[in-house]
């Protein structure tokens, strides 16, 4: 059985929702990064990187990085593909990695120096959010003439996006969906899926550490860690 290795941060959610949405059977295996379990040598040797999520297939596949697992599985299953033309191809990896290189990372440094940061950084607070919030703001405006973000049916690409729409009010203030109505009527219609359900209450089902204490912070950002070091 395919083993995904998660937690309930964004990434992971992506690839919840489409092991669900496909009725692909899996062992859902919970990463506490507050406790450290990334830095399990088991589990570096699945993702040398030491973030969740990953997945290791029935053949014994292994695959990290959440984008990556969502083509990896929807080309290995069929599903939720756009239609197999070169121009929805293109289109598909372009927004893919939009989500990837852009609403992903701009989004997690913007929550890091909103909420977690142990100091307030003006200059890098400011950057992040305008960077997440412009992402954001590129893909309000395609999903404007477009029910979903690619081609004329639900994939894998707008589960990506549906992973960090859902931190939007987390990221950029509980005001923001207000100015990205085109994406809050695709967040909407996913989230009434009863897949995405069953993904967001996935870590329901396990006991993760919510404290963020001295050991988790360490855990958690270790440059500071191996600054104090």
Do not use: C
């Amino acid at each position: 059985m395919l083993k995904f290795y998660f937690n309930g941060s964004p990434n992971p959610a992506k690839v919840a929702l489409f092991l669900e949405e496909a009725g692909l059977p899996y062992e859902p295996v919970p990463i506490d990064v507050r406790k450290g379990d990334q830095f399990d040598p088991a589990f570096l040797a699945i993702n040398p990187n030491g973030k969740v999520p990953a997945i290791v297939d029935d053949d014994g596949a292994v695959v990290f990085d959440s984008n990556a697992i969502l083509l990896y599985l929807a080309e290995k299953t069929g599903k939720f593909l756009p239609a197999s033309t070169p121009a929805l191809r293109g289109q598909m990896l372009s927004w893919l990695m939009f989500v990837a290189t852009g609403i992903g990372p701009y989004s997690g440094q913007a929550v890091h120096f909103k909420h977690f940061a142990p100091e307030k950084v003006p200059y890098a607070l400011n950057r992040y959010q305008y960077e997440a919030e412009r992402h954001f703001g590129v893909l309000d405006a395609h999903l404007a003439h477009h029910r979903y973000v690619v081609g004329d049916s639900y994939s894998i690409v707008d589960m990506a996006a549906w992973g960090w729409a859902r931190l939007v009010p987390f990221i950029l203030g509980e005001e923001a969906w207000a100015r990205f109505p085109n994406l809050k009527r695709l967040f909407d219609e996913i989230s009434a899926r009863p897949a995405a359900m069953r993904a967001g209450e996935l870590k329901n089902r396990f006991v993760f550490k919510t404290e963020m204490d001295e050991a988790a912070r360490s855990n958690m950002f270790r440059h500071i860690a191996d600054s104090a070091g």
